[in-house]
């Protein structure tokens, strides 16, 4: 089967760093996703790691263990608009399709 | 600006009832797919087509069924709600020729009273 554990939430404050765990067991990996959702809005696309390693973009950051089954979403110089849910997924069946974790909601006071 | 739609934005219809939420798309993507995000549960895959006539059933797909009329449509449907289907639910697209990136619509929020 596939299991995607993350913490459920996290707080932080304006310009600090954060990294968000994300652990997962699946068959026939294929890529992880991180995506990030504003309160009633739809997610949206942050970051896909198909090898080990951590890849950059921007202030944001996102590593990959596959030997570990983990990856984790570094937030830097945090910003209120950070404030959201970000989710971690990986493919369904090793297709297309994606099996989300519940989730981490992310609070940035000033 | 190539798009990702849903309509109805919200519903509140009453058990027993048949309901269908349409998404469309102007993306041209092949492939399309239906959630729902529950409080704590997260997004959890209810069915899933890569093109025309090619149907998939997902985590939870027991209660929904779905149809895709062509690539630019593809329908969820509750033959018979019940109030443990309120949610929102989400459409949304990909093309992996191009990335692996899947695009949401703004999301239905359905009540079943």
């Known amino acids: 089967g596939q299991n995607i554990d993350q913490p459920t939430e996290m707080t932080a404050t304006e310009g600090a760093i954060v990294q968000i765990n994300c652990t997962y067991q699946?068959?026939?990996?294929?890529?992880l996703f991180w995506y990030q959702q504003h309160a009633g809005e739809a997610p949206t696309f942050l970051s896909y790691?198909?090898?080990?390693g951590l890849e950059e973009k921007g202030r944001f950051s996102s590593f990959l263990s596959r030997s570990k089954g983990y990856s984790y979403l570094l937030l830097k110089e945090l910003q209120m608009k950070d404030s959201a849910s970000y989710l971690c997924?990986?493919?369904?069946?090793?297709?297309?399709?994606?099996?989300f974790g519940k989730g981490t909601t992310l609070s940035v006071s000033s | 600006d190539a798009d990702v739609t849903q309509t109805p934005r919200n519903r509140i219809t009453k058990t027993g009832k048949r309901i269908m939420l349409e998404c469309s798309q102007t993306k041209g993507h092949d492939r399309m797919y239906w959630y729902r995000q529950d409080p704590g549960l997260g997004l959890r895959l209810i069915y899933y087509?890569?093109?025309?006539?090619?149907?998939n059933k997902g985590e939870i797909s027991d209660g929904y069924s779905v149809s895709r009329q062509a690539q630019a449509k593809f329908s969820l449907s509750l033959e018979s709600a019940i109030p443990n289907q309120t949610a929102l639910y989400f459409c949304a697209t990909s093309d992996p020729r191009a990335s692996n990136e899947q695009f949401f619509g703004p999301g239905t929020r359905l009540t079943v009273l």
């Open positions: 790691n198909v090898l080990d």
């Open positions: 997924a990986v493919p369904y069946q090793a297709g297309t399709a994606l099996i």
């Open positions: 699946t068959s026939g990996f294929n890529g």
């Open positions: 087509s890569f093109d025309v006539k090619d149907i």
